[in-house]
């Protein structure tokens, strides 16, 4: 079993659609958690950063964490079609590695 | 200012063969990190330097994979004979220190037939 789980869709929502993407995981070490979004044929770009439980919001883009369910979502309001990418789940522990876990990623299509 | 810049951007080489993927992390930058992403995964951790020292290699998969970082800036990739299996995009990333934000290159497909 993966560290981090994430549903690979691919997802297609129509233009205006609140989107919402999540990833189980496994290792209760973990405390950083982000949400990166990937176009295609392009390096990961940072979307959202949270330490620990609770939500965080930042214009159209809300991550919550819920770590007594080991469970994270990303929610994306007003959904456009310029949001139509990969979207990765990461996460890492609060010491030693810093190195980063990846979700499979989510294909996501915003149809206008 | 600049990103994290990766060359070549394609690499397509036959089995058996010496590849090396250069990396050049944001000026300032102290850490480095080394992903492989295969088609329709993740990015997987390969490993980690702080300055000039591999500080975490646990995710390189066998002594066919290198990696350095001579003067604490520029990473260098190296993959010895080379096998299909091999075949994926390389991604690098740097923070400026061990626990902040990773940026992300855009990475290097690397194709071995």
């Known amino acids: 079993q993966k560290e981090v789980e994430q549903d690979p869709g691919p997802l297609s929502v129509p233009e205006g659609a609140i989107v919402s993407l999540n990833c189980t995981y496994s290792?209760?070490?973990?405390?950083?958690f982000m949400w990166y979004r990937q176009y295609s044929r392009k390096g990961p770009e940072l979307l959202m950063y949270t330490y620990s439980s609770g939500n965080k919001e930042d214009g159209r883009f809300t991550a919550q964490v819920d770590k007594s369910s080991k469970y994270i979502s990303l929610f994306i309001r007003d959904s456009q079609p310029s949001d139509s990418a990969t979207y990765l789940c990461a996460m890492r522990n609060i010491q030693g590695a810093q190195k980063l876990v990846f979700g499979q990623g989510t294909r996501l299509t915003i149809n206008p | 200012g600049a990103g994290v810049s990766q060359t070549p951007s394609n690499k397509v080489t036959e089995k058996g063969k010496y590849v090396e993927l250069r990396c050049d992390p944001i000026s300032g930058h102290t850490a480095l990190y080394w992903y492989r992403q295969s088609l329709g995964q993740g990015p997987e951790f390969l490993i980690y330097f702080q300055g000039t020292g591999a500080a975490d290699d646990s995710g390189l998969p066998n002594d066919r994979f290198f990696a350095v970082r001579p003067e604490g800036s520029v990473s260098t990739l190296k993959i010895q004979r080379t096998e299909r299996g091999d075949s994926a995009v390389y991604l690098c990333?740097?923070?400026?220190?061990?626990?902040?934000?990773?940026?992300f290159g855009p990475g290097t497909r690397l194709t071995v037939l």
């Open positions: 990333a740097s923070s400026l220190g061990g626990s902040d934000t990773q940026y």
């Open positions: 290792n209760s070490a973990f405390q950083y």
